[in-house]
């Protein structure tokens, strides 16, 4: 079924598609907040609101919720990005009433006592040490500070110990005043129901809240992360050295987002890629190495990640190189351009299988674009792409002269990414 959208007066949308039977139901409400929307005073609150809406309401308390949520099958969870914060569940089709009950109780009935503040910010802060623990998690956050350096996007999203012991219920209850808004808010749901039955539902439980008129912004797309070149060492006790390297490439908006996608994935994003066969298949220097493109509201980015140990990670940076030089002089050719087209196309029919994959693509292309991408109408986009089309995207894909690189090592060696000056 086609997917099904509705913006109320109040700029509440709704985003519904119907899936087949003896399919699970997903509900998902999306917000338009993350640590983009934060001050520096009040980083990491988004997820800190995230985690506190879940520690009871006036009517139930934090072990009522879960006892009703595992009691009627209701699989519940949330999750906050530097975007967005969602919340969703996922069920079978005949207790996704109770969802919408539950899940709307959660996110706008939450009484944010300061006790359960104070105590779950314990909590938080036991989060925040499990990711420092994390060289990956180090590694990332370091390179999103570098990378989107002087935007919204640089900043952490669980925020760090010093902020959070300043946050109290007032703060709270004003963030979520300011941002839990009709216009900033999607529900997204999937599951074999009647357009109708989904809409009643909604009513009840959601749009009722909302009695002001108001329109949904209109993201700005011309905003194009350039970054400054950078390198950053960060010295932990590790076993192996973890390197990410990034490369600016346009944000959602571009017309060229797919051809972007494509290359990377003929570079690094496969065990068929250049990468992988040459650095990890060929030489053995790597367990994984991958080369992604990730895209925001704010810019897009070529990444290459890898571990290895410390001797080696010279070596597999002068391959890697050498291997991105290669590539951009010559391009890609037509039997890996078909080889991704049809991966891509796999991996895009496999996921629309996936009912909590829907519901949650759905709800980020509302609150990203205003509409949603359908599977045809991406894979159409994926088989219009042509090898001159690529290449010609491609050769502005790894730019030294923009190029941020971070590394996590045992022992620190400036001259590491010297190949690239």
């Known amino acids: 079924m086609k997917e099904y959208c509705k913006t109320y007066e109040s700029g509440l949308r709704l985003v519904f598609q119907k899936l087949s039977k003896n399919r699970p139901a997903s509900l998902m409400i999306a917000v338009d907040a993350g640590s983009k929307d934060e001050s520096d005073s009040q980083s990491g609150i988004s997820h800190f609101v995230e985690h506190l809406n879940f520690k009871g309401t006036d009517k139930l308390s934090a072990k009522d919720i879960m006892v009703v949520l595992e009691n009627n099958g209701i699989d519940v969870n949330a ?11 996922t069920t079978l089709p005949e207790k996704i009433e109770t969802a919408f009950d539950i899940l709307s109780q959660i996110v706008f009935e939450s009484n944010y006592k300061q006790a359960d503040i104070n105590k779950e910010r314990k909590v938080v802060f036991r989060e925040i040490e499990m990711h420092e623990d994390s060289p990956e998690s180090v590694l990332y956050e370091r390179f999103c500070k570098d990378f989107y350096a002087g935007t919204p996007y640089e900043s952490s999203v669980l925020g760090s ?57 209109k993201k700005q797309e011309g905003n194009i992360i350039i970054p400054k070149k950078v390198f950053s060492f960060i010295k932990k006790d590790v076993k192996q050295t973890q390197i990410i390297l990034g490369f600016p490439t346009p944000n959602i908006f571009d017309k060229n987002v797919k051809a972007n996608f494509i290359y990377s994935l003929i570079f690094g994003g496969a065990a068929s890629s250049r990468l ?28 290459i990640s890898f571990g290895t140990t410390e001797n080696n990670a010279k070596i597999a940076l002068a391959l890697i190189k050498k291997e991105i030089d290669k590539f951009v002089a010559k391009g890609v050719t037509d039997e890996e351009l078909e080889m991704a087209k049809i991966l891509s196309k796999s991996l895009i029919v496999s996921a629309n299988e996936e009912g909590a994959t829907v519901t949650r693509r759905n709800a980020t292309n509302m609150l990203s674009f205003n509409k949603i991408l359908t599977m045809d109408s991406t894979i159409r986009e994926i088989e219009s792409l042509t090898k001159e089309n690529v290449n010609e995207v491609l050769k502005d894909g790894f730019d030294y002269s923009h190029m941020v690189g971070t590394v996590v090592t045992k022992n620190i060696d400036k001259t590491l990414f010297d190949i690239f000056k």
């Open 161 to 217: 110990k010093k902020t959070l012991m300043k946050i109290n219920n007032k703060e709270i209850v004003s963030y979520v005043k300011t941002h839990y808004v009709a216009n900033k808010i999607v529900v997204s749901v999937s599951g074999c129901f009647r357009k109708s039955y989904v809409k009643k539902l909604i009513k009840k439980y959601i749009s009722n809240r909302f009695k002001d008129k108001s329109e949904v912004e």
């Open 276 to 303: 992988f066969q040459k650095v990890r298949e060929e030489k053995a220097l790597v367990y994984s190495i991958n080369c992604s493109n990730d895209r925001n509201i704010f810019g897009g980015v070529n990444t």
């Open 79 to 89: 999750v906050t990005s530097k975007l967005y914060t969602q919340f969703f569940g």
